[in-house]
Structure formats: C-alpha cells, structure tokens
C-alpha cells in the first residue's frame, strides 16, 4: 500500500453517489485521521450513458466488473448495487483477490454474512457491513466496541423506516393502513412494492444481524419469526392509546441461557418505553445489557447521506487496519451454542380484542377461560355495542407463556358465546398505575 | 507484552469495584476477543481495612501509588480516584512510565484533556476517557469512529442526572425545586453537596469534552457559559407545558465557520424534539451531522457498572492498540480554530414570563418594544390576576439575536408598565401547530 487508498464502488445509485460526496468532501480529514489520501477509482455502473445525481468524470465508470474486482490498485470495494446472488459472486471475488469489502447490504448479510465473514478472514480482508442496520446510526459499533465487556442480554429495534411512518400516520392522524401505505409511498417513504417493509421481512434481516453481533451467537434469517403491519386496524391503535400503548413494529431478540427467542411482530409497547417516541421514517435499536442497563440509539434509517456516513465509518477502520496491518482480524467464530426458545420458554403479555354475545355470563366464561390457563388479566375494557347486541372486549393479560396464550386463543375460538377473535398483539412494558 | 495485560486501579469506590467485577466476569470473553489474559494486578486505596463492595484479595491492595505507577509488569491505569490535581499527577506519571491510562474522571479531562492527551501521545501512549460523558452511553466513540466521515455542527446534550431528574420531578409531580432536591438526595440520585450538579458545572466539563472531539477544536471549561436549575419555578414549568415545551438542562454546543457557542442552560425544549422525552436520571446526547442529519445515543448517565463498561471497552480498545503496536496514535492536534460567537452572532427562540400593570395600553407598549428591535412573537399568553390588578404575560419569540433579545430585556426592566420580569428562557424546536 503506497500513499493512496484506491476504493472501487459497486453500484452508484443514491448510497454510491453519497459515498463519492463525502470522501470528496472530507479529504483533508481523510488525510488527518488516515495519515493518506483516499480516491474512489472506478464505479460499476450498468449504464454509462445515464445522468447522474454526482459530479463524476465518465472515465471513473465502467459495466465490466473486473476493472473493480481485478484491478491491484483498489484496495477497497464497497457493494452498493444490492441484490443478492450478483452481489454475493462479486464479494467472493473481491475476497479472492484480497480486497477488503463494506456493503450497505442487509439481504446479503443476512442471509450470507457468516460464510462472507469467514472468506475474508481467511483471506485477510476486512469485512464491514455498518450501513447493513439501521442506515446512519453507528449501532453495530455501538455493541461490538462500546459494549464490548458487557453481556447484552435483549435487543429490541425499530429498524423499518417504512412500517414506523406508516404506523406513526395512522396513530396520529387516524389514517387506515391503505391510506397511510399509500401517502407514504407518494412522500418516498414506502416503495411501490413494499412487500419486504410492510411484511416485516425487511426488518427481520437486520433482527438476524444484530442478533449475532449481540449475542455473539449464529442466528439464521429463518430463526426470526415474522409478522407484518398489514393487518392492524385502526381500532387496535385506538385501544393502544386508551391503555397507554403505541403500536411499534418490534424487532425483539432475547438470549438467555443460551436459549434464542427473535421475531418481529406489530407490539404494543408502552409510552413509557423510550421506542414509543419513535416517529416517522426514524429507527432506534434499544440495548438491554446486564452491566450498562438499557441504552438506545436514535437515528435516521435510511437516506443517501446517512448510509454514505456508515459505509464510510467502515472504509475509515479497513484503511486503520491496513495501515496497521491488522487486517481481517474480525471475530468469525461464535462464542455460544443457541437453541430456539420453545412456546413454553416464552414469555410475554399479550392483548386481545373480541366480540361475544352480549348477554350474562359471558365475561365471566372468558374469565374463567384465562384462569384456568393461569393467565390473570391486567386490564380490561367491555363496550356494548347495542345495535349488534354484541359486545366488544379487550384484554391485556399479565406475563404468561406463549403456549398458555395459544391455548387461550383456541380455547376463546371454541366458546360458543365469542363470535370472533378480532386481533390479538404481543405488550411490552409497564404503563404508569 | 506477554500473553497477561495487567490493569492497576487508582480508586477502589463503586466504579471501581464495578472494574474489577467485570473483569472477573468477562474473562472469557476477553481471552477471545483479544488473545491474552487480562488481570486486575494492584489498587490503590486510601484504607487498606476498609469494607468493600467487591470481593478482592487483600494482597492486590496497596496505599502506595508507586505499586501501581512503577510496577513494571502493569501496562494500563485506571484512574477512578476523582479528584483534580492528585489524579493529574498521578496520570502523569503513568505515562512517564509508558503506561496507558483510562479515566471516568470529567473534571479532570474538562480542565487538562488536551494536555494529558498530548503528553499521552509523546509517549506513545494510549489516553482514553470514554466513561468521562454519559456514563454507560458508547458516545465518544460514536462520535469518533461511527461518524468519523461527518462534518458535526450541532451537539445538544442532557449530560446530568441529577438535574434531569430533579426537573422529571417537578414536571411530573409538580414539586417545587427544594422539595424535588430533597427526594434526588434521599433516593442517592443527587449528593449532599449538590453544587456542581445543580449549578450546571458537571455539564458544562461534560459539554467541553464533548465540543473538543465533536468539532475537533481546542474548548476551553470556560468557554462554556453556565446557568444551572436553582431559579427554576415550578409556573415556568407549567406554561412550558401548556405551549408545548419540556424544561430541560441541555448542554448545547453549536460551531459554524469556525465560530463557537457552547453553554449550558434550562432550557424550554420542544415536546417533538427527541430529547424532550428523556426522563429521571438517564442522559442522552443529540448529534446534528452535515451527513447524517439527527441522531441520538441514550443511556444511563452514570452508575457502577454502567460507568465500568465505558471504563472497560476503553480497556479493551487500549490492550488492541498494544497487541498492534500503535499505541499512542489518538488524534491530538485539532483540525479547526475556533472563535467565540458574540451575542450578535448567536440566534435563538426565547420565552420570557413577566408581570405588567394591568391596564389598557401596557400589552401594546411591550408589543412596540419587541417590534422595534426586530422581534416578532410566535405564541403570546396573558392571564389576568384580578385580585393583584396584575396581568401575566408570557411570551415566545421567533429566532433572533441574543444581542437584541438582551436589549429588550434591558427595554421591559425600564418600561414603566412592566412590574417585573420574572424569568427568561431558551427555546429549542418547533411544537406542532
């Protein structure tokens, strides 16, 4: 390595184009921290001919692979085209070819990061994917070195720009789900297909991320349970706030005794808890550790410039360890063994909402229902509804394992006085007596 | 270096023994993380007979600091002894002796960082103070590392408990100012003395280290201007309230074209802003980047463990750096000369209560003097008080100068109709419409 550390990108779409800003503009920076200059040699772009939002001279770009993947003179390339086997078959080469890799990524990571990480490692490269999670919040960082001789015992995340604007418009201002999907998609919050956000796909890759790091264990894609926001009516949201209640969807990962419990699933999290400020295109990852106690970090989920900043916090610390020779140093191996918690070794406190006959004896059926699971109720809320001479019925129970909860679900489908099982959510936290 | 790294402690109080408890209870995973042993080898207290909150064998404790400075087989010092010009010399002669040193100690980084770091460096060794700001929150590094490539222009900050907690109270509970001390003491959340809490002195070291590696320029302790909680009244809390705004202690630190503001003051802070809903005792940091627009790290701002698991990642940063050979290496020189703003140069929103006769023509007479120095208002609230033939007015201004803001608070003390002005604030956000 000479005085220069060439970076070659893959992809120049928003990510790529604020990446090129900023080591523009944080050259001499650059050369503060780095003791070096850093240039961006050369860009796989897939058109030449196309108008870019950047300032870059045509002779930078190119649609052959190899002039970034092959060239000695890049050190470093970053992945910003996305997709996922292209993007894979490109790392691997980087790797062969020594090069150290940082990608914005989170499909790739998720689904290949330990066999990426362990190519690099055994090739000696750096394998960085910051902007994987949670766009411009340092939060990888956060836990692998600020939290380092800590033991982080849960992770809960709001890490879906999208599902939490949608979800903020229809708490604040009443909106349906289709109306808030649709005003988000018209502001650029939500894309055309939003399929992975509001399925809670998208969220579940970067839950398998942050779980491995924090835990230090291997968490797969297909370990995350997950539901998505599409289904939640407005009435829940409104029972959420009578009861205190904001309705998150939550990235929980919990690990204990080695034992794994991570989904992502629409919660409702109490307005104590500091995720429930959340609003809009923000993410926040909260950090439950057993020595720091809970630790949030707050900040932008996505956009050009704040996942550029990411990326380049990891160009920055693969050009610490060249220039160190300390390259592909990264931990590969896990410290623990995981097994997934059964319904039986999960916990929680879960709202339901119903309909049943309005008639007596009714509530006192379904009270009996819960007792005899040793489910004890929290609050409750009954609102005759004359016309249908039917009642409506809320619930929120006290801790209870999953599996005595989906024994209750079944047991309410199977009472003759519930006319139907509206909703039914997982709560977190306490709300003020 | 062999394969121990070996800590000596200077301190054995909470956070101290917190060190030691980590250390014990991590081993493992600092073996794999950083391929060596690490072992607390000796501690310096002041009673070798006194009970401790940590089980320690007795031979590890010493009254000399020479065991611990001079010992040669000890690579890294922590100082958690507090204190200002004792725990100077005793860092110094650390290093003299090329040991690294990691420090909680705020006081003593506000005053003589740059110093310490600069003679740290000319012996190649290592300084690090992360648990110095906001206890457990991973901030500095953040800072440093996860947005290294961002140009940071604004720094806001609840950097102590004690007072966020004591105005939790009062805004919570309506408790006046002296009942609310009173309850932070009992419970351990403020100390007999409470001065350098409550008189914002803590905040405001907290606030210059912070500035220093934020905007990379040399801030002095007393650049900061400081105005503490003691004067705060429980009204003042309650038109916030009814306008929109949480009272706040925020250390606020803004640099622009190489000009400076930094002061810490209560400050009216918009409910939508994300600080306005950190409550008790936690700490919380907002960083405003070029790149990466608004984030915010959460926390506990001080505690036991809390306070050693900075003190340990900094550890932990320190024995890399020896197994790399690159020790020393923290940046020192500052990128950018600063000047101070004046009050012609520093803008702001601004609340003032104040008392006037009650009678025809006097809200007009306060209106003109406002109008003539350029100040329009953006919430004004006057309530009558019939029995005083008073009226109370309290207003919010749009953005301007603090020169012309002092100017009409100089204006209304003179204006005949004015009784008294009771209070002003900063204002900090925009409530919603």
């Known amino acids: 390595m000479g005085n220069n550390v060439s970076i070659g990108l893959l992809g120049l779409g928003v990510v790529g184009s604020g990446v090129i800003k900023l080591v523009e503009e944080h050259q001499e920076k650059l050369i503060h921290q780095l003791g070096c200059d850093v240039q961006v040699k050369s860009v796989l772009v897939r058109d030449l001919e196309k108008t870019r939002g950047v300032a870059i001279d045509q002779s930078f770009l190119t649609t052959n692979p190899d002039d970034v993947l092959n060239d000695p003179e890049i050190d470093i390339v970053v992945e910003v085209m996305g997709g996922i086997d292209l993007a894979r078959e490109y790392i691997l080469k980087a790797f062969a070819a020594k090069k150290h890799v940082v990608t914005a990524n989170k499909d790739l990571v998720a689904l290949y990061g330990p066999e990426l990480q362990e190519v690099a490692s055994r090739n000696k490269c750096d394998f960085y994917y910051e902007a994987s999670v949670a766009g411009g919040i340092p939060i990888l960082r956060g836990i692998v070195d600020g939290l380092a001789s800590d033991r982080i015992q849960q992770v809960m995340g709001i890490v879906n720009g999208t599902t939490n604007y949608i979800l903020t418009k229809m708490n604040t201002e009443g909106l349906s789900y289709d109306t808030a999907l649709k005003q988000a998609q018209e502001l650029g919050f939500a894309e055309a ?6 399925e809670g796909l998208d969220a579940a890759r970067k839950m398998a991320i942050l779980g491995r790091l924090s ?25 959420g706030k009578q009861l205190g209640y904001t309705m998150k969807l939550i990235g929980f990962a919990n690990f204990d005794n080695q034992q794994l419990e991570i989904n992502v699933q629409p919660t409702l999290l109490s307005n104590n808890h500091p995720l429930s400020d959340v609003k809009n295109e923000y993410n926040a990852v909260y950090v439950y550790g057993k020595a720091v106690g809970e630790t949030m970090f707050y900040g932008p989920g996505a956009g050009s410039l704040p996942t550029a900043t990411a990326i380049m916090s990891d160009v920055i610390a693969a050009i610490k360890n060249m220039r160190l020779g300390v390259s592909g140093n990264q931990f590969v191996e896990y410290h623990f063994k995981k097994v997934l918690k059964t319904p039986e ?36 809320l009954q609102n005759p509804n004359k016309k249908a001479e039917t009642a409506e019925i809320v619930v929120v129970t006290h801790q209870t394992s999953l599996e005595n909860f989906q024994k209750a679900l079944e047991n309410l489908n199977e009472l003759q006085a519930v006319l139907e099982v509206n909703s039914y959510y997982k709560v977190e936290g306490d709300v003020a007596k």
Chains 1, 2 share one sequence.
């Open 345 to 380: 070794q999960r916990f929680g406190q879960y709202y339901v909402r119903l309909h049943a006959k309005d008639e007596v004896g009714v509530f006192s059926s379904i009270s009996t229902l819960f007792n005899d699971l040793n489910i004890s109720f929290k609050r409750i």
């Open 193 to 198: 297909d939003p399929t992975a956000d509001v």
């Open 215 to 239: 835990f230090s264990t291997d968490v797969d894609l297909e370990d995350v349970e997950v539901s998505g926001i599409t289904n939640i009516e407005i009435e829940d949201l409104e029972y």
